[in-house]
T-cell receptor, first 116, second 109 residues
């Protein structure tokens, strides 16, 4: 089955600086890679995703890059703000051609701390 | 979009008892997923629940311990049976990859 490694486990950055979280996956068949933000006491919230036919995707201050050859993908947050403080999870999945899917395989999470 | 609610939001249970967690979606969906998130850890898929068929369990999870019902396209339940302290976790249901419920926080004493 799929295995997703995520680094670092904790990341502390100064407000306004950039943060980068990296993930690697093992199953080359995986074709969809979402990122989630989880705040204390809440369920994961999808913040950005990327499909295997795309190398980069950006949404305002958040971007994700994918290197299929190396089987790794990264989350980039620029101009970090205090409200970015949360736990971030990467995940990987093989999304079937019929539209159904197996469940997600998650990384272990990164606790992002934005220092004022 | 989909809005997912879970009941209860939290509970404290005695070992050896069982708890049934409810997941309600505001739209009809084919597939629902149940995850476990142990304290300070990542999410691990327990099972996939399709309406009208038996749930499919991941390695390490069995139906006797985590029976699942899926009576219609908007509702599912997960039961944690014969609980032990090791079952203390957050249990989340989801729809697809985008929508997660708020979770049920379970503490087993």
């Amino acid at each position: 089955g799929e295995n997703v490694e995520q680094h670092p486990s904790t990341l502390s950055v100064q407000e306004g600086d950039s943060a980068v979280i990296k993930c690697t996956y093992s199953d080359s068949a995986s074709n969809y890679f979402p990122w989630y933000k989880q705040e204390l006491g809440k369920g994961p919230q999808l913040i950005i995703d990327i499909r295997s036919n795309v190398g980069e995707k950006k949404d305002q201050r958040i971007a994700v890059t994918l290197n299929k050859t190396a089987k790794h993908f990264s989350l980039h947050i620029t101009e970090t703000q205090p409200e970015d403080s949360a736990v971030y999870f990467c995940a990987a999945i093989l999304w079937g051609s019929g539209g159904g899917a197996d469940g997600l395989t998650f990384g272990k999470g990164t606790h992002l701390i934005i220092q004022p | 979009s989909a809005v997912i609610s879970q009941k209860p939001s939290r509970d404290i249970c005695q070992r050896g008892t069982s708890l049934t967690i409810q997941c309600q979606v505001d739209s009809q969906v084919t597939m629902m997923f149940w995850y476990r998130q142990q304290p300070g850890q990542s999410l691990t898929l327990i099972a996939t629940a399709n309406q009208g068929s038996e749930a499919t369990y991941e390695s390490g999870f069995v139906i006797d311990k985590f029976p699942i019902s899926r009576p219609n396209l908007t509702f599912s339940t997960l039961t944690v049976s014969n609980m032990s302290p090791e079952d203390s976790s957050i249990y989340l249901c989801s729809v697809g990859t985008q929508y997660f419920g708020p979770g049920t926080r379970l503490l087993v004493l």
